[in-house]
């Protein structure tokens, strides 16, 4: 394709995409596509030939549009939200027109320098100390993986990047049973196993319970093992619980453990004040994820992880082979030392367009609305005939269950849930909490308003009228 064809095309494609959002409310927001519906329209085979944009185009439209479940939908309460913004779609365009590696300083002096100051930027934004630094990983799962393989050879004195780690004193990470599952992934990976990852009990309100932790951490160290972290939640996907990473430095830091706090989701709401006594003690932990790809609103790919002591990482991660070595460059930073990967891409770019576009005022009101949005629907929906709250808002997260007379609670919650994301107007998810089926409720789309809020109680209101 010639650039002047580009030209033309890139043009087109914007007015698409603002079409596209403008007709977002009218699309059902989870795809109604079945297994295959896709491939099926596919070809089976590659085209020998070159094809005309024209033609490529109008195949985008027929096939695609309608076979994605739309994350920009304002009545998306599901998950967790993936949320863009404008300004990350412009830079994303730019960023994917220069198509630089950022791998290194030399590499992309430009992104490597803006990363760094875009890391401090969110640490002043998110209420952080002074002196913590970080890197922008692609997912809060890299991060933590980054985070576990540093604890196992922390605690290996870094025996195991040198010999291996089989014949080591076996490490041990704790954490409860409200962290993600990229935790568990995080673990298996690092050769330190499912076993390994000892889940810690949680008291009334989901946190770890200090008293446990400790206990099990002498109970091991007795046993043979070799404690190496902990890691800590700060929003748990299933109902955004919160450990209490105060009590739960006061043990690291007498047991000598590695800290990492995931705050993937939540950690956007810290950019407001009178959230952040939900991960009191923070500061005091060595390492801390959070995605502004989710909530904040700088598109996905962008995770960022803060370290008090990057060294550690650095020496865990930092593998420089001659072909990489930057000579005469001794002062500079070369971010891929910090992560898993070797190429990178310059994320810090969108984040520089957003924060300056709608500056923190204009985010943090997005977020306070979030929540206040949240806790209407929660009293909604307990408002409601045979409906149950089962855990109450956190931050911008609930979940609920429908238990109407005489109906198993667990097949009338999930054909509840079916109903509504059949329906299309809005878009749920499940989780399993205390071994019942039930219904999450988040708020968190960029572009959702108090009437889609709404919109989406009544939807539920009027299916379980009817299922
Ligand atoms: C979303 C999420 C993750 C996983 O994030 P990725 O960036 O998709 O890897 C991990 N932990 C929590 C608490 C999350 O909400």
Same mark, same amino acid.
């Given at each position: 394709?010639?650039?002047?064809? %580009?030209?033309?095309?890139?043009?087109?494609?914007?007015?698409?995409?603002?079409?596209?959002?403008?007709?977002?409310?009218?699309?059902?927001?989870?795809? *109604?596509?079945?297994?295959?519906?896709?491939?099926?329209?596919?070809?089976?085979?590659?085209?020998?030939?070159?094809?005309?944009?024209?033609?490529?185009?109008?195949?985008?439209?027929?096939?695609?549009?309608?076979?994605?479940?739309?994350?920009?939908? *304002?009545?998306?309460?599901?998950?967790?939200?993936?949320?863009?913004?404008?300004?990350?779609?412009?830079?994303?365009?730019?960023?994917?027109?220069?198509?630089?590696?950022?791998?290194?300083?030399?590499?992309?002096?430009?992104?490597?320098?803006?990363?760094?100051?875009?890391?401090?930027?969110?640490?002043?934004?998110?209420?952080?100390?002074?002196?913590?630094?970080?890197?922008?990983?692609?997912?809060?799962?890299?991060?933590?993986?980054?985070?576990?393989?540093?604890?196992?050879?922390?605690?290996?004195?870094?025996?195991?990047?040198?010999?291996?780690?089989?014949?080591?004193?076996?490490?041990?990470?704790?954490?409860?049973?409200?962290?993600?599952?990229?935790?568990?992934?995080?673990?298996?990976?690092?050769?330190?196993?499912?076993?390994?990852?000892?889940?810690?009990?949680?008291?009334?309100?989901?946190?770890?319970?200090?008293?446990?932790?400790?206990?099990?951490?002498?109970?091991?160290?007795?046993?043979?093992?070799?404690?190496?972290?902990?890691?800590?939640?700060?929003?748990?996907?299933?109902?955004?619980?919160?450990?209490?990473?105060?009590?739960?430095?006061?043990?690291?830091?007498?047991?000598?453990?590695?800290?990492?706090?995931?705050?993937?989701?939540?950690?956007?709401?810290?950019?407001?004040?009178?959230?952040?006594?939900?991960?009191?003690?923070?500061?005091?932990?060595?390492?801390?994820?959070?995605?502004?790809?989710?909530?904040?609103?700088?598109?996905?790919?962008?995770?960022?992880?803060?370290?008090?002591?990057?060294?550690?990482?650095?020496?865990?991660?930092?593998?420089?082979?001659? %072909?990489?070595?930057?000579?005469?460059?001794?002062?500079?930073?070369?971010?891929?030392?910090?992560?898993?990967?070797?190429?990178?891409?310059?994320?810090?770019?969108?984040?520089?367009?957003?924060?300056?576009?709608?500056?923190?005022?204009?985010?943090?009101?997005?977020?306070?609305?979030?929540?206040?949005?949240?806790?209407?629907?929660?009293?909604?929906?307990?408002?409601?005939?045979?409906?149950?709250?089962?855990?109450?808002?956190?931050?911008?997260?609930?979940?609920?269950?429908?238990?109407?007379?005489?109906?198993?609670?667990?097949?009338?919650?999930?054909?509840?849930?079916?109903?509504?994301?059949?329906?299309?107007?809005? %878009?749920?998810?499940?989780?399993?909490?205390?071994?019942?089926?039930?219904?999450?409720?988040?708020?968190?789309?960029?572009?959702?308003?108090?009437?889609?809020?709404?919109?989406?109680?009544?939807?539920?209101?009027?299916?379980?009228?009817?299922?």
């Amino acid at each position: 394709m010639q650039m002047s064809e %580009y030209r033309e095309w890139a043009r087109r494609l914007v007015d698409w995409t603002v079409d596209y959002y403008a007709g977002l409310r009218d699309r059902p927001v989870r795809s *109604p596509a079945r297994p295959g519906d896709t491939l099926s329209q596919l070809p089976d085979m590659p085209p020998e030939d070159g094809e005309s944009m024209t033609d490529i185009f109008a195949d985008f439209e027929r096939i695609v549009p309608d076979g994605m479940t739309h994350w920009q939908h *304002p009545r998306f309460f599901a998950y967790f939200p993936a949320n863009t913004t404008p300004p990350s779609l412009l830079a994303e365009q730019l960023v994917s027109a220069i198509a630089a590696q950022c791998m290194l300083w030399q590499t992309s002096p430009a992104a490597t320098e803006m990363e760094t100051r875009m890391v401090d930027w969110m640490r002043q934004a998110l209420g952080l100390p002074d002196g913590l630094r970080g890197v922008i990983h692609d997912s809060a799962s890299s991060a933590t993986l980054a985070a576990v393989l540093t604890m196992r050879e922390r605690a290996l004195d870094w025996v195991g990047i040198k010999s291996g780690a089989a014949g080591q004193p076996q490490p041990r990470i704790y954490a409860s049973a409200q962290t993600h599952s990229s935790i568990d992934k995080a673990v298996w990976i690092a050769g330190i196993g499912q076993d390994n990852l000892v889940k810690i009990e949680t008291d009334g309100n989901w946190a770890m319970k200090p008293e446990a932790l400790a206990a099990q951490i002498r109970a091991d160290r007795a046993a043979g093992y070799l404690p190496a972290g902990i890691v800590a939640c700060t929003g748990g996907t299933s109902i955004g619980a919160c450990d209490r990473i105060d009590a739960i430095m006061d043990i690291a830091e007498a047991e000598d453990l590695y800290v990492h706090v995931d705050a993937a989701w939540a950690g956007s709401a810290m950019i407001c004040e009178e959230q952040r006594g939900h991960w009191r003690g923070v500061e005091r932990a060595d390492s801390i994820v959070f995605n502004p790809h989710k909530w904040l609103g700088a598109q996905f790919d962008c995770s960022i992880q803060f370290l008090k002591s990057p060294e550690h990482q650095v020496r865990t991660l930092g593998l420089r082979p001659d %072909y990489l070595e930057t000579l005469g460059q001794d002062e500079v930073v070369n971010y891929s030392e910090w992560t898993v990967p070797l190429g990178r891409r310059f994320r810090a770019l969108k984040l520089w367009f957003l924060i300056r576009s709608y500056g923190l005022d204009g985010l943090r009101t997005r977020i306070r609305n979030h929540i206040a949005w949240a806790e209407m629907a929660e009293a909604q929906i307990a408002a409601l005939p045979g409906f149950r709250i089962t855990s109450t808002c956190r931050f911008s997260l609930f979940s609920f269950r429908w238990e109407p007379e005489g109906l198993d609670g667990d097949a009338a919650s999930q054909a509840l849930l079916e109903a509504i994301n059949d329906d299309g107007r809005t %878009y749920l998810t499940q989780t399993k909490h205390q071994d019942e089926f039930v219904i999450r409720f988040q708020v968190g789309q960029f572009d959702t308003t108090r009437a889609d809020v709404e919109t989406a109680v009544r939807v539920i209101a009027e299916i379980a009228a009817r299922v």
